[in-house]
């Protein structure tokens, strides 16, 4: 298990960005030092900022908003940040007057940066009967991703831009992540802990070996890097602690691959049938070690409650199996958005042919959001179409959260008729 992110969530004065960066870089210092001298390895720090309605809306927004990113990358790594997130455009609850010009400004933003992410959330659960769906925006949101693409680097700028629905402030992974406007300063933490997994799975003799071998390993992991937080955040007044986001995350080496946890279970080959029963279970597990933390919370010094998406991910091209299985075949969007309505996280670096239209980018990115408004649950679309590349060919980055993998194909057509003229969705739940 290591620390995948060390996530500081505040809020930076354009007028001072090198001095905001300054001290929320302290913050992220302090924290980042506590933990490896408890023995925690981190792997990156980062930086969320709020909503981005808070830099400016409009056609105007949208020239703050990238001067800001501009700033941003240039001043972060001194302040020790190696990714930032500008925050995420609403728009489900702004006009499309204010939220259009950001979205459409996203493109240009990614293609300008190095380590600046942004998010638009196209999807919101209002309450137990209600929720609401930017169709439009998920139709602008696929654009979006095609014009990203075309940036350079074989579409490698879309690792940060993405699609989320229902998702909540203080999301410690990337690029989700965004404040949630308050002015004190949070932190939070992400780990890679697929590993924990596939070793508690390896092995099992039955299906309840496996829970309680699961439960009580990530359980006691857990609770070991919250206690450690709970520390840092007594350290540190100024700030809150926003929590541990425990997803098992996976990274493309041995030994941490959620898909040969999958396959461990006697599942033939990730992604094949049985693949959403084993997210089912795993899911189930997961939500067993939220409600140990949250009762060790209670009755330790300070608090602690699972924050983020804190369930199941399956990141094609961060899961060497994964990538094997999308190059076999045995993966498709279709089959990820299933497991998905039993697990989290959604679609998350999916890599497609690079002739694919927005239009049907923006369909997918739909039915993402209606699984996520519908099940009250947080989603994203992470979505990566390789320029140049077609349906079954090889794609590679040199980047090491990344193993080589093949373009997945999409069946389908773009919509069309009072789909493709909807701009939103009151969702009827009850």
């Known amino acids: 298990m290591k620390v995948r992110a060390v996530t500081v969530f505040a809020a930076i004065d354009p007028a001072r ?8 870089g302290t913050l992220a210092e302090g924290v980042r030092q506590a933990l490896e001298h408890n023995g925690l390895e981190v792997q990156t720090v980062r930086l969320a900022l709020p909503p981005v309605d808070t830099v400016g809306t409009g056609v105007g927004g949208a020239a703050r908003l990238h001067d800001l990113a501009l700033a941003l990358d240039t001043e972060s ?16 609850t702004l006009p499309d007057g204010a939220w259009q010009p950001l979205l459409e400004a996203a493109p240009t933003l990614v293609g300008a940066t190095k380590q600046v992410a942004i998010t638009a959330t196209v999807g919101t659960r209002t309450n137990a009967g209600a929720g609401t769906i930017a169709v439009g925006a998920c139709r ?13 680097n074989d579409g490698f700028g879309n690792l940060r831009f993405a699609a989320i629905a229902n998702v909540a402030p203080h999301v410690p992974f990337f690029p989700a992540a965004f404040h949630d406007r308050q002015p004190s300063a949070a932190f939070g933490l992400a780990l890679e802990c697929a590993d924990v997994v596939e070793s508690a799975f390896a092995g099992a003799a039955t299906l309840e070996h496996a829970r309680t071998r699961l439960v009580d390993g990530l359980s006691a992991t857990v ?7 709970r ?10 602690f926003a929590g541990v986001d425990f997803s098992p995350a996976p990274f493309p080496a041995p030994g941490s691959s959620i898909g040969n946890a999958f396959e461990a279970l006697g599942l033939p080959a990730f992604g094949g049938p049985g693949t959403t029963f084993v997210a089912s279970f795993l899911t189930e597990c997961l939500h067993e070690v939220a409600r140990r933390t949250e009762m ?9 409650r699972p924050t983020g998406f804190s369930g199941l991910m399956m990141p094609v091209l961060e899961d060497a199996t994964l990538a094997v299985r999308a190059a076999e075949g045995h993966l498709s969007v279709e089959r990820l958005l299933l497991a998905s309505t039993v697990c989290g996280l959604g679609l998350d670096t999916v890599p497609l042919p690079g002739d694919i239209d927005g239009a049907t980018l923006g369909s997918v990115i739909l039915d993402m959001a209606t699984l996520a408004v519908r099940l009250d649950k947080p989603l994203t679309a992470r979505l990566f179409p390789v320029p140049g590349k077609r349906a079954g060919d090889r794609v590679s980055w040199d980047f090491p959260y990344f193993a080589p ?11 069309s008729g009072a789909i493709a003229s909807a701009t939103r969705h009151h969702m009827r739940i009850a």
Request: hydrophobic letters at 50%.
């Open 296 to 304: 060790v919370g209670q009755t330790a010094a300070g608090s602690f």
């Open 17 to 24: 960005v090198a001095a905001s960066l300054r001290n929320a």
């Open 140 to 152: 602008m949101s696929g654009d979006v991703v095609t014009a990203i693409a075309r940036t350079g």
């Open 77 to 92: 790594p001194t302040a020790g940040f190696g990714f930032v997130s500008v925050g995420t455009i609403d728009t489900v």
């Open 223 to 229: 609770n070991r890097v919250a206690g450690v937080a």
């Open 405 to 415: 993998s093949v373009a997945i194909p999409i069946h389908g057509l773009p919509a």
């Open 231 to 240: 520390g840092i955040a007594a350290a540190h007044p100024e700030a809150r």
